[in-house]
């Protein structure tokens, strides 16, 4: 099992930053890949960005390549989402998630931190 707590959520005028943390602990050894999902009102779950345990291979989608930005501190066991630039459009619950090497699939993910851009 691996337990995920998010923090760093809030509310922030648009074109403004905010840097998302996520704090993992437990079986964090088979962990193979950390990720950053959101949920916007009405709409499905939007993957965001993900990075390697190891710290290597940050991936975006498109809707937030050259403002996000994804790290890993190893020492701290976290994750981070440096938010730049935050558009209205980026609102949303924003979720850390884990993969183990064994799965396809992200199976832990965190209780989800508030991001609100106003206009």
């Known amino acids: 099992q691996v337990q995920l707590v998010e923090s760093g959520g809030g509310l922030v005028q648009a074109g403004g930053s905010l840097r998302l943390s996520c704090a993992a602990s437990g079986r964090t050894s088979s962990t193979y890949a950390m990720g950053w999902f959101r949920q916007a009102p009405g709409k499905e779950r939007e993957f965001v960005a993900r990075i390697r345990w190891s710290g290597g291979s940050p991936y975006y989608a498109d809707a937030v390549k050259g403002r996000f930005t994804i790290s890993r501190d190893n020492a701290k066991n976290t994750v981070y989402l440096q938010m730049n630039s935050l558009k209205p459009e980026d609102t949303a619950v924003y979720y850390c998630?884990?993969?183990?090497?064994?799965?396809?699939?992200?199976?832990?993910w965190g209780q989800g931190t508030q991001v609100t851009v106003s206009s």
């Open positions: 998630a884990a993969r183990e090497f064994t799965k396809l699939t992200y199976d832990y």
